[in-house]
């Protein structure tokens, strides 16, 4: 076993197997899996519908930012123009009241430094009507920009609720059948309880059922066979119906003892009469 141990491990650090890749792959993709569920169940599509909204405001902030820097620029590019144009004219105001005193010099240096200002005025016109283009770009951007926003918006909040609706209606639905989680907990109480009480009946019935065959004894001595409980019947109507003639007997008896009783009197006193009354011997 050591031997064949040792060829192994061999085989792994000279590169001919590699059994530890094959698992860490799988391992990879159980992770990645378990992981990409438990991400689904977490998620929730009005939480991502709000924070791409938020992104979406974020990026219009930044253009419009762009606008009012292009914007800038461009003013201030304006600002420089207007000062390179007075400049100009003062120049050649400059000119012409040097030639008007013969000054012909100043005349010319003059002109020359106009020259070299109309040359800066035409750079910053060049670099005006390129950022007024560019601005122009971002502003028609950041229009349609707005108006995809707002689209998204009114698409968000729809989205929002038809899910918000659906989600209500699915867990009534779910309350409703009994198949949600807290329903079914419910459902499956009662259906245990149901199953006990059913349970405990069929026993008491089948006990009863087998103490009335005497299949099983009562140590009580309170539970009767049917056999004995018809006996015990038949017998107390027999002891009634022998006491009701009894009683008969009686009352029948104890009418003829009183009717003879009387009878015996009225005898009796009809011999004792002639005993009572004094006989007289004739002479």
Same mark, same amino acid.
């Given at each position: 076993?050591g031997?064949?141990?040792?060829? $192994?491990?061999?085989?792994?650090?000279?590169?001919? @197997?590699?059994?530890?890749?094959?698992?860490? !792959?799988?391992?990879?993709?159980?992770? %990645?899996?378990?992981?990409?569920?438990?991400?689904?169940?977490?998620?929730d *599509?009005?939480?991502?519908?709000?924070?791409?909204?938020?992104?979406?405001?974020?990026?219009? +902030?930044?253009?419009?930012?762009?606008?009012?820097?292009?914007?800038?620029?461009?003013?201030?590019?304006?600002?420089?123009?207007?000062?390179?144009?007075?400049?100009?004219? !003062?120049?050649e105001?400059?000119?012409?009241?040097?030639?008007?005193?013969?000054?012909?010099?100043?005349?010319?240096? @003059?002109?020359?430094?106009?020259? @070299?200002l109309?040359?800066?005025?035409?750079?910053?016109? &060049?670099?005006?009507?390129?950022?007024?283009?560019? $601005?122009?770009?971002?502003?028609?951007? @950041?229009?349609?920009?707005?108006a !995809?926003?707002?689209?998204?918006?009114?698409?968000?909040? &729809?989205?929002k609720?038809?899910?918000?609706?659906? +989600?209500?209606? &699915?867990?009534?639905?779910?309350?409703?059948?009994?198949?949600?989680?807290?329903?079914?907990?419910?459902?499956?109480?009662?259906?245990?309880? $149901?199953?006990?009480?059913?349970?405990?009946?069929?026993?008491?019935?089948?006990?009863?059922?087998?103490?009335a065959?005497?299949?099983?004894?009562? *140590?009580?001595?309170?539970?009767?066979?049917?056999i004995?409980?018809?006996?015990?019947?038949?017998?107390?109507?027999?002891?009634?119906?022998?006491?009701?003639?009894?009683?008969?007997?009686?009352?029948?008896?104890?009418?003829?003892?009183?009717?003879?009783?009387?009878?015996?009197?009225?005898?009796?006193?009809?011999?004792?009469? *002639?005993?009572? &009354? *004094? %006989?007289?011997?004739?002479q």
């Amino acid at each position: 076993m050591g031997s064949v141990a040792e060829l $192994e491990l061999e085989s792994v650090r000279r590169g001919r @197997a590699k059994p530890m890749s094959g698992v860490m !792959k799988r391992m990879g993709m159980i992770f %990645r899996a378990k992981a990409n569920k438990a991400l689904d169940r977490a998620e929730d *599509p009005r939480e991502t519908l709000d924070y791409s909204y938020q992104k979406q405001l974020e990026l219009l +902030q930044k253009v419009r930012r762009g606008v009012a820097d292009v914007a800038t620029s461009r003013k201030r590019l304006e600002l420089q123009l207007n000062q390179l144009q007075q400049q100009s004219s !003062k120049l050649e105001d400059q000119g012409r009241k040097a030639l008007a005193l013969g000054r012909e010099d100043l005349a010319r240096e @003059a002109l020359s430094r106009k020259a @070299a200002l109309q040359q800066q005025v035409t750079d910053l016109e &060049t670099q005006h009507a390129t950022l007024q283009g560019e $601005e122009e770009k971002l502003t028609l951007a @950041a229009q349609r920009l707005q108006a !995809k926003v707002d689209a998204f918006r009114t698409k968000k909040e &729809t989205i929002k609720a038809t899910y918000t609706a659906a +989600q209500a209606q &699915t867990r009534i639905g779910e309350a409703f059948s009994g198949i949600s989680e807290e329903m079914g907990d419910v459902g499956l109480a009662i259906q245990r309880a $149901e199953d006990k009480t059913a349970q405990l009946q069929a026993r008491a019935g089948a006990i009863d059922e087998l103490l009335a065959s005497g299949a099983l004894d009562d *140590p009580s001595g309170m539970h009767k066979d049917d056999i004995q409980a018809e006996l015990d019947r038949l017998s107390g109507g027999t002891d009634v119906e022998l006491e009701l003639q009894r009683m008969k007997a009686e009352l029948a008896g104890g009418t003829t003892d009183r009717q003879a009783i009387e009878g015996g009197t009225g005898q009796g006193q009809s011999q004792q009469q *002639p005993q009572d &009354t *004094p %006989r007289f011997d004739k002479q």
